[in-house]
Structures are given as structure tokens and as C-alpha cells.
């Protein structure tokens, strides 16, 4: 051996101390951790779990919020509707009533009541349509009476 290799030795200790212990630290085995150190992770973790719950929570609450907001609107916005609905409802009735119709008939239509009402029967194939053809309508005014013929002319 030459002298270079002995002084690259570790020196030999005569006497051994059996307290110390060799750690390689690339293996993780041999490694000593304190019992706060294998409890952080499970806190860390914990402490995420809850934050992530309580946002999930807010958002939930939130979202329940906005949706009562929009609940409120609709049922003011149907209520509205059926106001207006009965109004149209209570518009139509009155200009369907005959009242209504015969006065604007007459007031700004100009048109007149009948003197006299006119029935004309139909030629329908039965069998009294040839005693029927026989006698001359009648014309008959408002009161029911017989009124003269004027459209029949020799």
C-alpha cells in the first residue's frame, strides 16, 4: 500500500462507541420524524376539507338567494298579469254587450232601426213547396201586423 492510499482512509478508531449509528439519508426508512411532523399533512389536509366545505356552503346559499330574488320577481310579474287579464276580461265584456253594440250602430254608424221585418222562406224540395209557391210572402212589420205590399207591382 502506498502512503497516498492510507491518507485517504477514514482513520480507525481503537475504541468503538455504540451510541452512534450510521443514517444514510436517501433512504427514507432510516429517517426519524417527531409525531408533529406525521400530523401536519392530516392538518393540512383537515384544514383544506373545511375551507372547501364551507366555500361549497356559501356558494349553495348564494345560489338559494338568487334564486328567492327571482322567485319574488315572477310572482310580482304573474300577479301583474292577472291584473291585467281580469282588466281585458271586464274591456271585452263590455264592448261584446248588444247595449254597447246597438248604440255605436246607431250613434256613429247611422244606422236605423227597421220598420217593418221581412221573413223570406226557401224553396227547400218538400213537399209543401208547391202550396208555398202558390201564395205570396207576406211582409209584416215590427208589431207583427200585416203591412202593404209595395214591392209587388202589376
Known sequence: MSARQ???RAPRHKKKDATLKVVRRNKRGLIMRGSERRVTPFLV????????S?????????VLAQSGFRMAKLREHSIKAEARH???VMQAAKLGSAERIERVAVE????????????????????DS??????????????GQ????????P
Not at 46 to 52: K, L, N, S, T, W
Not at 112 to 119: A, D, N, S
Not at 146 to 153: F, K, M, N, R, V
Open 146 to 153: 200585416a203591412a202593404p205590399d209595395l214591392g209587388t207591382s
Open 6 to 8: 492510507s491518507s485517504v
Open 108 to 127: 256613429q254608424l247611422g244606422m236605423v232601426h227597421p220598420t217593418r221585418v221581412e221573413y223570406i222562406v226557401a224553396d227547400v224540395g218538400s213537399r
Open 54 to 62: 364551507v366555500f361549497a356552503i356559501l356558494l349553495s346559499q348564494v
Open 86 to 88: 281580469a282588466e281585458l
Open 130 to 143: 208547391a202550396r208555398l209557391a202558390e201564395q205570396p210572402g207576406k211582409n209584416v212589420d215590427v208589431a
Open 45 to 52: 389536509l383537515g384544514g383544506m376539507f373545511v375551507i372547501a
